[in-house]
């Protein structure tokens, strides 16, 4: 019972409550949302110190809300994978809030900025905590809402038409959770995930029977693939990014996604993997044994979609901002085949490593596009269009937004010693231990269409004649400093991938291993069961 | 007998949600968005299930003796009282937006909506 696990929900929820006090005094606001924002930053980094990164760390912590103890109360985990997103998330929270400051700039638009950045960061750090299968809806929910705002914060009618299908979607996206929760209640008899990992593994001891858990694991296969925007649920994702403020878009990209990402390895792998189905399909690669192997396959199709309509849609968008919504749903498939990959192993080891490749290229992502998604800010906020047929020879007007977008794309693509070469490297190397011909070649086709339209990007508006109003641009400091710090960050995890490594292979361990998961929780034994139904 | 009933009404909304969620109105399609979730709401419930109370499970019934009456799973009903409410501010927040869409259209077709969003 430690203290540690809750406070970066605290933290964010405080801040959040006094911006929204300080709406009137737009200055105070400001310090005290880029305060909070640090003191965020401060409190994940204390929890992954404590749990993952110390020379003796503690391990998987329990916080049992109310003092209640498991399975009756909700309990929020904080393990290595829990760590390793909330650490993801608070370098992007920090480098876009900060960039925000001198990108949102009208009071009016500030005033509710702040408060709603903040309650985004309280959904995301509390689906990456709990270990409730209920309570993770209600931070998708807390999480959803702050995006919508955000979706339609400037109000113009493509906003609104963004928002509508947003919302539509993840109203019923909502509703499906819904039903898996209460399926997965009424066949298990209980909510916390531990519990329910540890019923699925003895089922005759609590008297449950698994096989629904297959259908009802698929519904919120559905739901977190609408969260993550993975294909066929992607079609919300280009005019959502598109429709809010840009360093929100570095948010949403780098981190909403990464929520439903978090969301499928925890409860598959961590969860649904305890259960052992006497069934086999005749379906190819389905074959029985836990809800996994049923789940690699749909997995692996949708991620395989993904990249191939990701990598297609950003050759042909018309702005920066295109590119970079077009981009993130493909490179969500790079990270879902590795994880699909894992899903699909019989051995525990290559299991752990597609997971653990999938987390690296989650980092990769959250910071490459992140800094990208943050360039196009700085190139709109600075010449005021992000048309890419209105750009043209920024890179010669701005060397640094130039230098800046280069580190980010070639860290897309994989280039050494940037951190998405071992992103890359990861998951190209799962797919050949796994013998997965199809996963390399999808792998080595999203590689080129990456090359091709971040290429596309570069030509028309980095280089070629200054255009008009590329001429009158300048950057302004502060939101340099942000990029150069990113590009930074980026350079870094490459160079020194070693600590990141190991960090991320102790948050695949944590995904996998279920018998510490259940052990640190350990929830009290009830004699209920789910016959009741 | 109750199973049947309720398994009828949580069929029928359901196909009464996505019915008004295909329609070109927005605001039917707002209401096929509440229907869809009180839907999920009345399955909620049923998942429950009914049982007989007993004194160990409701403490308040070993202390008025007697025949304890049949009690239906508390928490199926915590969960659906958060559902409630997030399910009202959701709708609340699409009303409004359908009201912007007025606004700006002068129409609530949604096939009129077309263009770049």
Redesign the interface.
Known sequence: MSTFVVAPILTALFTAVTALLLHRRTRLQTAASLAGTVAYAAAVGVLAWRVALAPDPVGATTYQVGGWPAPFGITLVADALAAFMLVMVATVGVASLVFSTRYVEAPEEKRFYHPLFHFLLVGVSGAFLTGDVFNLFVWFEVMLMASYVFVVFYGGPQHTRAALRYVALNLVGSALMLLAVGGLYATTGTLNMADMSRRLAEPAAYGISVEPVVGLSALLLSVFALKAGLVPFQFWVPSAYRAAPLPVTAMLAGATKKVGIYALVRLYFTVFAAAELPVSLPLPGVDGGSPLAFFAPALFLMAVASVVVGGFGAVDADSFEGVLAYSSIGQIGFIAIPVAIGAAASSPALRRLGVLAGLVYALNHALAKGTLFLTAAATRSAVGTSRLEDLGGLASRSPLLGSVFLVGALALVGIPPLSGFFGKFLAFDVAVRAEAAVAVAVLLLGTGLTIAYTTRAWNRAFWGQQSAAVGAADVDPVQAAVLVGLALTIVAVGVGFDPVYEFAEAAARAATDRGAYVDAVDPADVETGGESA | MTAFGLAAVVGGMFAVGTFL?LRRD?VR?VWG?TV??Q???V??L????I?LGMGETVPVLAHHGGEPPQTA?P??QA?VL??IV??F??TA??LV?SL??YE??GSLDLSK?E???
């Not at chain 2, 049923?46 to 299930?49: F, I, Q, V």
Request: glycine share 10%; proline share 0%; charged share 10%.
């Open positions: 969620l927005l399609v968005v869809l979730s839907a999920a709401n399955y909620l049923t998942m429950g299930g049982v799973d928490v199926v969960l958060t559902a997030i399910s501010g959701m927040f699409a937006l912007r869409v700006e259209n909506l263009g770049d969003a």
